[in-house]
């Protein structure tokens, strides 16, 4: 078994990028809700689920979007030999506190079940699932930071040990200040940047 | 009943995060589920908040929900005949 | 051939602090679901299964400080503390690692009337989860699986598969969840909460009870030939994904129908004792069950939910009934569907309606959840 990344994307509040060059700038704006939506037009797509969407899943699905793009699972997979593997710090914490604002005041109580779906951050990998049709292994991981050693074991265990031929991996952080997603096209076969601990932490530092 | 259906409109549009839809796009007679502007169930959950929140009017069974809400006219007929607030 | 198998465990739930005190309780066929008025800062009464927190803590504050911690720290805490006790494993060891199951861990927290006086970063799961594991002194960075309601089995396959790789000889596999006012208006917004104590399966069941608790199971890895007697084994399991709707179950059932596929690749359907489904009551997920167990050729297999003795626990869910469904297995005794009167979905599903014995030595248990996922894994009984 040799696992390889055979594509990665980076997107920031300011720019998207492919394999480490820059594929498109964002402008600056006032919101990170509204940094994600330029980032959207700015790519070209057309996808009217996403303005259902909170901040994460928004992130998760242009990370997607624009990794699965020109690769043989693009546009839809229609298969379970796809797993998804995310990560992030803070898990669904944005969406949890714009849910929480709709609770807090005993009289003006409306809890609202479009933001309640949101906040799970697993729901970010259903977002991604139903969009590119994945039925594989799917697994949300919480940690401090980016945690190359896990993530690796992990994957590297899922191809492994079950039917996955691909997995779509990396971490999908979004919170009050700022976002950033790292998503990764892991495969097995040999290409330039070997599937290794040394070789995510290099890639995760350098986006 | 003018007034109603435009402000509900609006209300739709923002409440359910209907990117690109203008109210003029709604027809009042069209379903507001399934083909028409494509809701689904969460959706009809939270028009059900949409109607206690801005109307004053408790659903108590969810069930009804799909009738009243059928379309924009069957949705502002539910709200005047039974607006508390 | 190596195998991964469980050497301790410990069930927190509204029917007891210990698994014996909860496996007593539903072998009396016992419900810990009670009617909660003014709790939580809830407008309205619901049917919830909830944990005698008072006496927690009061077991608590003998080895530790109560109010360094929050509802959830304590709760899976103690839980972890319970499973070790009288055994002889180091929880402190650098071989030992711990995967946290939760959906929502400290997120009371996000309410300004509950905020302790915590550090606002004490509302992230990582930090529920650092306390957790140093309270244990545990020298690795903890795991932590937050996946809806499959979070449980999601957590128990990734500790197998961490367990084969070698790299550790032991994993703590816990989890849990505290109720609150965020989680319970949550589920009341989806009009998913039945008024009644949950009725899995059946013809008039109309929504799920919702529960809080808290599960650990240790997990090693041995060779199967030298295990020691009544060992329960995680023999297979698979997560797969609906592709389909973000809270509605699939009509096909299709993300089940895979797991559950990929989890009996090499099993033999006559050495399956019983399934222990989701059954969380409500319309959708129970019919979605039915649809996948048919498809899997599994119909005539007994099946139950536990829902109806302690609710829906969400992310302690999948272990706590994996925990129970071990303790079938080692007592070869069904354990029957609590709240289930006349079948009420579309297929001939053969629901445990009594306690009887079996000889059979696997069992398989499911879970699915908000997000289209959906996990099955399968227990051995050896020797």
Redesign the interface.
């Known amino acids: 078994m040799e696992l390889s990344i055979q594509k990665y994307c980076t997107i920031l509040p300011l720019e998207v990028g492919i394999n480490g060059h820059r594929l498109i700038d964002v402008e600056v704006q006032e919101s990170l809700e509204k940094s994600l939506v330029q980032t959207y037009r700015n790519l070209g797509l057309e996808y009217l689920k996403f303005f259902k969407m909170d901040n994460l899943p928004k992130l998760a699905t242009l990370a997607a979007e624009c990794l699965l793009k020109d690769t043989e699972l693009y546009p839809k997979t229609d298969n379970?030999n796809v797993a998804?593997v995310l990560s992030n710090?803070?898990?669904s914490?944005v969406a949890?506190?714009k849910?929480?604002q709709t609770?807090?005041d005993?009289g003006n109580?409306f809890?609202?079940?479009s933001l309640?779906?949101y906040?799970?951050?697993?729901?970010?990998?259903?977002?991604i699932?139903?969009k590119?049709?994945?039925?594989?292994?799917?697994?949300?991981?919480?940690?401090?930071s980016f945690?190359a050693e896990?993530l690796h074991?992990?994957v590297?265990?899922?191809f492994?040990?079950?039917?996955t031929r691909f997995c779509i991996t990396g971490w999908v952080e979004c919170n009050e200040t700022t976002y950033e997603a790292f998503l990764m096209l892991v495969v097995n076969e040999k290409s330039d940047n070997i599937f290794d601990i040394k070789t995510l932490e290099h890639l995760y530092k350098n986006k | 009943m003018e007034a109603l259906i435009s402000e509900l409109k609006e209300e739709i549009i923002k409440v359910l995060n209907l990117e690109g839809v203008k109210p003029e796009d709604i027809d009042n007679d069209a379903p507001l589920f399934g083909d028409g502007l494509g809701l689904?169930?969460?959706d009809a959950?939270e028009l059900?908040?949409l109607l206690e929140k801005n109307y004053g009017i408790k659903l108590e069974d969810?069930g009804k929900g799909r009738e009243i809400f059928g379309s924009i006219n069957t949705f502002a007929k539910y709200i005047s005949e039974n607006q508390k607030k | 051939m190596k195998v991964v198998y469980k050497i301790a465990d410990n069930i927190i739930s509204s029917l007891g602090f210990t698994t014996a005190e909860n496996m007593a309780a539903i072998n009396l066929g016992q419900s810990g679901i009670a009617l909660h008025e003014n709790k939580f800062?809830i407008?309205e009464p619901f049917q919830a299964s909830v944990i005698d927190f008072a006496k927690l803590n009061a077991k608590f504050c003998l080895f530790a400080k109560l109010n360094q911690y929050t509802d959830f720290e304590r709760l899976v805490i103690s839980s972890v503390n319970e499973a070790v006790t009288n055994t002889d494993i180091d929880l402190s060891s650098s071989e030992t690692l711990f995967v946290l199951s939760t959906?929502?861990?400290n997120?009371s927290l996000?309410?300004?009337k509950l905020s302790q006086g915590f550090d606002s970063d004490r509302?992230?799961?990582?930090?529920a989860?650092?306390e957790i594991a140093t309270f244990f002194k545990n020298p690795n960075?903890p795991?932590?699986?937050?996946?809806?309601c499959i979070s449980g089995i999601?957590a128990l396959l990734?500790a197998k598969?961490?367990l084969?790789?070698g790299?550790y000889k032991r994993v703590v596999v816990t989890g849990g969840d505290v109720l609150s006012?965020?989680i319970v208006?949550?589920f009341?917004?989806?009009?998913a909460l039945s008024p009644n104590r949950c009725k899995p399966f059946d013809s008039l069941r109309d929504g799920l009870t919702l529960g809080e608790g808290a599960a650990t199971i240790i997990l090693s890895i041995a060779d199967e030939n030298s295990l020691p007697a009544n060992s329960i084994v995680i023999k297979a399991g698979?997560?797969?994904?609906?592709?389909?709707?973000?809270?509605?179950p699939s009509r096909t059932a299709?993300?089940l129908y895979?797991a559950i596929m990929?989890t009996l690749k090499d099993v033999e359907i006559q050495n399956i004792a019983f399934i222990s489904a989701h059954g969380t009551a409500t319309l959708y997920n129970d019919e979605m069950e039915a649809i996948a167990i048919s498809r899997a050729g599994l119909e005539p297999i007994p099946v139950n939910s536990l829902k109806g003795y302690i609710g829906h626990t969400l992310g302690a869910a999948g272990l706590i009934e994996t925990i129970i469904c071990s303790h079938s297995l080692l007592n070869a005794q069904l354990i029957k569907t609590l709240g289930f009167s006349n079948l009420g979905v579309s297929k001939n599903l053969n629901v445990i309606t009594k306690t009887s014995g079996f000889k059979a030595t696997e069992c398989l248990k499911t879970a699915s959840?908000?997000?289209?996922?959906n996990a099955a894994v399968l227990l051995k009984k050896y020797n």
Not at chain 1, 119 to 127: A, D, F, Q, R, V
Not at chain 1, 132 to 144: A, C, P, R, T
Not at chain 3, 123 to 127: G, I
Not at chain 3, 238 to 248: L, Q, V
Request: glycine share 8%; hydrophobic share 35%.
């Open positions: 379970d998804v710090a803070s898990s914490l949890d506190a849910y929480q609770i807090n005993p109580y809890p609202s079940p309640f779906v906040t799970l951050p697993n729901i970010t990998i259903g977002e699932c139903i590119h049709k994945i039925y594989g292994e799917n697994i949300f991981l919480v940690s401090q945690n896990t074991l992990h590297n265990e899922l492994e040990k079950t039917n | 689904d169930s969460i959950l059900i908040v969810p | 800062g407008p959906t929502k861990g997120v996000l309410d300004p509302v992230n799961l990582w930090a989860a650092n960075t795991v932590i699986v937050s996946q809806a999601s990734a598969m961490y084969e790789s790299k006012k965020f208006s949550g009341q917004s989806f009009k698979a997560t797969s994904n609906d592709a389909n709707h973000i809270s509605g299709e993300g895979r990929h959840g908000f997000g289209g996922c």
